[in-house]
């Protein structure tokens, strides 16, 4: 039997590899996110730790220098967090171009892999219609045969 050779498998092998790299760097881009997120939320968590402190300080002995100096720490608290957000905002939109272009490559490939399945379909009725076209031709000898025997012994008796 024949065997099914798909004449465009680079092109599909190569649309698969290029599908795998476009997944490790949509899991890069989400870990590189998650890693901004998590800065985020310590920075928050900080200030408030620096909150909580500033209000501490106005209720115990007022030293003006200790709330000063907790003052500007929430200061540079909501100066570093507003710089993060921006980064976990950069983060978010390198994410959704990895996703676009995950999609895009995941379509490219499913394509190749139906224009693969397409051909062996076609194959396989290629090979089907061999197949009868042979069965044809052995049934039409068959019973050729048997008519060419059949007339000859008439004729010899």
Sequence with gaps: MA?????????????EKLEEQAKMEYASARNSLSTEEEKLAD????????????????????????????????????????????N???????LEKK????????????????LKEKAFDEFKADINYQESKEIDQLTSYVYGNRARLKKNGEKGQ
Aim: aromatic share 4%.
């Design 43 to 86: 920075l928050e968590k900080e200030k408030k730790g620096y909150e909580i402190k500033a209000k501490e300080l106005v209720r115990k002995e007022l030293v003006i220098k200790d709330i000063i100096e907790n003052a500007q720490a929430i200061d540079t608290m909501k100066s570093l967090i507003a710089d993060q957000k921006v």
């Design 99 to 114: 996703r676009v272009k995950l999609e895009e490559v995941m379509k490219e490939r499913k394509t190749q892999d139906k």
């Design 88 to 94: 976990v905002k950069k983060a978010e939109n390198e």
């Design 3 to 15: 065997k099914f050779f798909y004449r465009m498998q680079n092109i599909l092998n190569l649309k």
